[in-house]
């Protein structure tokens, strides 16, 4: 943690570290994660079975989704789309900060069947 007024400073610092960094509570967090193997079994085996179901649905709409194992999607839409499922009560996180990407590029989480339909319902109502 650094205060300073010193931008060149704080820039430098800012390049030479990690992208996403870490902190010291989150770290003992995941370590304590790793002992909770039946809820990791619970939440891979919801994955593998939603995720397709979601892909094909994305897909239907239109949007570009880039194909993955991690418990999220990947996917390209309208630049606005993010501040348009906003206004409608839904929030897909924007990736224009991933090295690589833009605005258009979004990702959302594999979730329960009823939370993943509310979210798709949404979105189709917001890519009419």
Request: with cysteine.
């Amino acid at each position: 943690y650094v205060l300073s007024g010193d931008e060149k400073l704080l820039e430098n610092m800012r390049e030479a570290g990690q992208p996403w960094a870490v902190s010291s509570l989150a770290q003992a967090a995941g370590v304590a994660a790793l002992d909770e193997t039946e809820y990791a079994d619970r939440v891979r085996s919801l994955i593998a079975r939603e995720r397709p179901g979601m892909i094909a649905s994305l897909r239907s709409l239109g949007l570009r989704v880039l194909d993955g194992q991690a418990n999220f999607l990947l996917f390209k839409a309208p630049e606005d789309f993010g501040e348009r499922l906003k206004e409608k009560g839904a929030v897909v996180r924007g990736c224009a900060n991933y090295p690589g990407l833009d605005n258009t590029w979004y990702r959302t989480a594999v979730r329960t069947p009823e939370e993943n339909e509310k979210l798709l319902k949404i979105m189709r109502e917001v890519l009419k």
